[in-house]
């Protein structure tokens, strides 16, 4: 079957997942989730990265705080729009996850947005938060790795204390899942090209 065709098929309903994970996530504010996507969801999303003609040099900061800053992040983003099956199944999988943290842990999430990025070999991201303090509306980050990255391109997350917690090597399909304000972290220069989709779930105000 062509892969688009296996991607458009309806999912059996799954019984009722038990999200092991929930635990960890919970006294931690981190997991890691080995092998969460799907196969052929995962080849889909790495092939639709790969012919992305319009990734552009990542930025940081907003509004007029907006700036190209090539010493602190190399990657090449694009937004994910929902245009391909493979997209929307993507984002339905994290809408899960948020019905989850919510109904868990009363997070009150109110949306997700996620970009696939591309890092080339030299390619880096300084050690950053995501979010300032829990008032941001970058509430919890989602990294989902497309590839396999075997030289460099590791992700390093920190505690509080600037101590090392992790070096995690890019596998193809697992998803981190951490507090977006309480964990400083960086990509190391990867020697392979390395794909991935970042993704914060948010937590916005309601416009009165
Ligand atoms: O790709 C990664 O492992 C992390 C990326 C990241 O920290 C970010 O985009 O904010
Ligand atoms: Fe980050």
Same mark, same amino acid.
């Given at each position: 079957?062509?892969?688009v065709?296996a991607l458009?098929?309806p999912?059996?309903?799954l019984?009722e997942?038990?999200?092991t994970?929930?635990p $960890?996530f919970e006294?931690?504010?981190l997991?890691?989730? @080995?092998?969460?996507l ?6 889909t999303l790495?092939q639709?990265v ?9 930025a940081?900061?907003? #509004? ?5 800053a090539?010493?602190i992040r ?6 994910l ?5 493979a997209?929307?199944r %993507?984002m339905? +999988?994290?809408?899960?996850i948020q019905?989850?943290l919510?109904? =868990? ?5 109110t949306g997700y947005e996620?970009h696939?990025a591309h %890092?080339?070999? #030299?390619d880096?991201?300084q050690?950053h938060?995501d979010a /300032?303090?829990?008032?941001a509306?970058?509430?919890?980050? $989602?990294?989902c %790795?497309?590839?396999?990255?075997q030289?460099? #391109?590791?992700?390093v997350?920190y505690n509080?204390?600037?101590?090392e !917690?992790?070096?995690? @090597?890019?596998?193809?399909? $697992?998803?981190?899942? /951490?507090e977006?304000s309480r964990f400083p =972290?960086q990509?190391?220069?990867t020697r392979?090209?390395?794909? $991935?989709?970042a993704?914060w779930?948010?937590?916005? +105000?309601a416009? !009165?």
């Amino acid at each position: 079957m062509h892969a688009v065709d296996a991607l458009l098929q309806p999912q059996p309903s799954l019984p009722e997942q038990p999200a092991t994970w929930l635990p $960890s996530f919970e006294r931690d504010g981190l997991v890691v989730l @080995p092998n969460y996507l799907a196969t052929d969801l995962c080849l889909t999303l790495l092939q639709e990265v790969q012919q992305q003609v319009e990734l552009t040099p990542a930025a940081i900061g907003r #509004g007029q705080q907006r700036q190209h800053a090539s010493d602190i992040r190399r990657d090449k983003t694009c937004w994910l729009d929902g245009s391909t099956v493979a997209q929307q199944r %993507y984002m339905l +999988e994290l809408n899960a996850i948020q019905s989850l943290l919510n109904r =868990h842990f009363f997070l009150g999430l109110t949306g997700y947005e996620c970009h696939f990025a591309h %890092y080339q070999p #030299g390619d880096f991201y300084q050690t950053h938060l995501d979010a /300032f303090n829990q008032q941001a509306s970058r509430q919890v980050t $989602s990294v989902c %790795y497309l590839n396999d990255v075997q030289d460099g #391109g590791e992700l390093v997350v920190y505690n509080e204390h600037h101590t090392e !917690l992790m070096r995690l @090597p890019p596998r193809a399909g $697992s998803l981190i899942l /951490f507090e977006s304000s309480r964990f400083p =972290h960086q990509v190391l220069p990867t020697r392979q090209d390395r794909y $991935s989709i970042a993704g914060w779930f948010r937590r916005d +105000e309601a416009l !009165l």
